[in-house]
């Protein structure tokens, strides 16, 4: 596991434009018990294709015009309880960090896993993710 320090402007990037961490199982399960009518997720990593391409793309795609009501992250490495209990609710995808889910309700409706992650500009990326929004909200 990283030091809390050296992962703190990484968490930051994702809170500091609105998301809320899920820290704990418990987090997660009163998220999903709570769902909201969509919820964008951020399996968020150290990996430099997190800082190179997902954490840039998501706030990019926040530009769009619709937006998922709920904005959450878990930090693969760091919040491991909360990781594991939120991949319980990521179905039909295998574990992937960085990943970006968006859900509707409690079900998984869009996914980008590190494949399409990794080596893709953020602009590519966001705009992949923005289209998602405005087809599935």
């Known amino acids: 596991m990283y030091p809390p320090e050296l992962v703190a402007p990484m968490r930051g990037e994702l809170t500091d434009i609105g998301f809320d961490e899920m820290r704990t199982a418990e987090d997660v399960d009163k998220l999903f018990a709570d769902a909201p009518e969509s919820t964008l997720l951020v399996?968020?990593?150290?990996?430099?294709?997190?800082?190179?391409?997902?954490?840039?793309?998501?706030?990019f795609?926040?530009?769009?015009?619709?937006?998922p009501v709920r904005l959450v992250t878990v930090f693969a490495g760091q919040d491991t309880e909360a990781t594991?209990?939120?991949?319980?609710?990521?179905?039909?995808y295998a574990p992937s960090s960085p990943m970006i889910v968006l859900f509707k309700?409690?079900?998984?409706?869009?996914?980008?896993?590190?494949?399409?992650?990794?080596?893709?500009?953020?602009?590519?990326?966001?705009?992949d993710l923005g289209d998602s929004f405005g087809r599935l909200l």
């Open 43 to 59: 399996i968020n990593s150290v990996c430099g294709c997190s800082a190179g391409g997902c954490r840039p793309a998501v706030k």
């Open 61 to 67: 795609a926040l530009g769009a015009d619709k937006k």
């Open 84 to 92: 594991a209990k939120m991949r319980e609710y990521i179905t039909g």
């Open 105 to 127: 309700g409690k079900d998984p409706v869009f996914a980008l896993e590190r494949h399409q992650i990794e080596g893709r500009h953020p602009q590519e990326i966001g705009a």
